[in-house]
């Protein structure tokens, strides 16, 4: 091979690894994957590879806010209970009865309290530092007549069996809000976090107006 072969080879071999690299820079500014001419491929200044690492930035900073949104299991668990307690027919996997007072006083207002019962034997029992117990989701979620929500809760109970042939019923949560006069929804749900039943329940209830004529 003559010396002027040999230096066309290799000016051939050094074209093509610099055309290599064009292709990549073009890729990496969203082009088609084209070869071109290296006097072609626009080069970013210090305004644009600021904006570019900015853009990235934010969209690092997007993803990490989704990924997190995504992993709350506080939210999911509120999520999925608020479907248990707006179900619109009262789910009865875990028969839930709901009883509704009012108390009025004069200096403070009216307080409405709600008692959840429930069949216990429709729980999974598991023992746990020696005691069986159930796990359980619970709700509830005061709405005025426009059906907007005025007062709601959700949390986690550990709940023991009943001793061997008692026939005690009693509420497995309570709770109240103070309201205004007005007609209101009071809906309550459960889940039972091992067998994956719920329960729910709803009433209607009327506080009456207090306020001096």
Do not use: C
Request: hydrophobic share 30%.
């Amino acid at each position: 091979m003559g010396e002027e072969d040999y230096d066309k080879r290799e000016h051939s071999a050094k074209r093509e690894v610099d055309d290599l690299t064009n292709y990549q820079k073009l890729n990496s500014l969203g082009g088609a994957g084209v070869l071109v001419n290296p006097d072609e491929v626009p080069k970013l200044n210090e305004t644009d590879e600021d904006d570019a690492k900015e853009k990235t930035k934010k969209k690092k900073v997007t993803t990490t806010k989704k990924k997190k949104a995504e992993k709350d299991p506080t939210k999911a668990r509120d999520d999925d209970m608020r479907l248990v307690i707006d179900a619109p027919v009262s789910q009865r996997q875990i028969p839930t009865e709901l009883s509704l007072s009012v108390t009025q006083m004069p200096s403070l207002g009216t307080r409405v309290s709600a008692a959840i019962q429930i069949k216990r034997e429709a729980l999974t029992f598991d023992l746990n530092d020696g005691k069986q117990v159930a796990d359980l989701d619970i709700g509830g979620i005061f709405y005025d007549s426009k059906g907007k929500p005025v007062n709601s809760f959700v949390g986690r109970l550990k709940i023991f069996p009943l001793p061997e042939g008692s026939s005690l019923t009693k509420p497995i949560y309570n709770f109240y809000a103070w309201l205004p006069a007005g007609l209101y929804q009071v809906r309550v749900g459960v889940r039972d976090l091992k067998n994956g039943r719920i329960g729910s329940a709803m009433q209607w209830i009327e506080v009456p107006n207090i306020s001096p004529h």
